[in-house]
């Protein structure tokens, strides 16, 4: 079963704007990840967050984690017509670490 | 860096035919794999954990007698689609923990599925 929901479902922007995209879960997580999804293709592994931390960058990716809310956001600063994507934040539960997806938000970026 | 190969990447069957989808690590272990099914424009749903020399683990819903895991070595697992349907189509994934014990996860670029 998913974890939990991912909005907005879609986004729409132009390139060098900001794009947010949050995630929400219901259980106890060990981390969560963000993953990027181009059409039809495998999943990039973009960022991990350990349930103990708070805040991640990497290049113009920010991740924020509020485990007292159960949230996660994602931000990618200065938007490229090459992000355009599909974005998954994935939480990380259990012994094996086994993974549950989030609904995903689909970023447009138009050059 | 790590990475999983899972073949074939397009794969047309008939009703009732069983399909196999392989999953390797290509210059790693993994004791442990993960499979996701993924539906048109919708996110990864995991089907099973794929455990070395063990049983696999399947999640809630998911029909073992339809859905064979084989996972025989540390570097392979595979996924067999039994007589399968046109419902089964779907795209499938599977996953790999990345050895630098981060936690990261590695995926193999996916199967798309079509059953006629």
């Known amino acids: 079963s998913q974890q939990g929901e991912e909005d907005p479902q879609a986004l729409s922007i132009q390139e060098g704007e900001n794009a947010t995209m949050n995630c929400s879960y219901k259980t106890s997580i060990n981390n969560l990840q963000w993953y990027r999804q181009n059409s039809g293709r495998g999943l990039v592994h973009l960022i991990l967050i350990r349930s103990n931390e708070r805040e991640k960058h990497s290049g113009r990716l920010r991740v924020t984690l509020d485990t007292s809310k159960k949230s996660s956001s994602l931000l990618i600063t200065a938007s490229r017509a090459a992000d355009t994507a599909s974005y998954f934040c994935?939480?990380?539960?259990?012994?094996?670490?086994?993974?549950?997806f989030g609904a995903g938000t689909r970023l447009t970026v138009k050059p | 860096g790590a990475v999983v190969s899972q073949h074939p990447s397009r794969v047309i069957c008939k009703s009732g035919t069983s399909v196999k989808i392989e999953c390797r690590s290509l210059?790693?272990?993994?004791?442990?794999m993960f499979w996701y099914r993924q539906f048109p424009k919708q996110s990864l749903m995991l089907m099973a954990t794929s455990n070395e020399g063990s049983k696999a683990t399947y999640e809630q819903g998911v029909e073992k007698d339809k859905f064979l895991i084989n996972h025989a070595s540390l570097t392979l697992s595979t996924l067999t689609v039994t007589s399968a349907h046109p419902e089964d189509s779907s795209f499938y994934i599977c996953?790999?923990?990345?050895?630098?014990?981060?936690?990261?996860?590695?995926f193999g670029s996916g199967t798309r599925l079509t059953v006629v």
């Open positions: 210059d790693f272990q993994a004791t442990t």
């Open positions: 994935a939480t990380g539960r259990g012994n094996n670490n086994d993974m549950r």
């Open positions: 996953s790999a923990r990345t050895p630098d014990g981060n936690y990261g996860y590695t």
